[in-house]
């Protein structure tokens, strides 16, 4: 399996696009800012991830009644 098999197929999808970005032209503190962006997308995407399977369980238990 390759390390991208579950990265985004289109061209123009803006994660793809950002893995592609070169790193070389940014300055530390570029990186630094760049990671704690990615930090907080990550928390904002997990924080969705956990709503998505709470609304997802409290509407089956709602249906089992």
Do not use: W
Not at 23 to 48: F, H, N, Q, W, Y
Not at 50 to 63: D, I, Y
Request: charged share 35%; net charge negative.
């Amino acid at each position: 399996m390759d390390l991208n098999d579950d990265l985004p197929r289109r061209a123009d999808d803006p994660l793809a696009q950002l893995i592609r970005q070169d790193l070389d032209p940014l300055s530390l503190a570029e990186l630094e800012a760049r990671i704690a962006t990615l930090e907080g997308e990550i928390v904002r995407t997990r924080s969705k991830i956990e709503s998505a399977v709470n609304h997802r369980s409290t509407a089956e238990a709602l249906f089992k009644r």
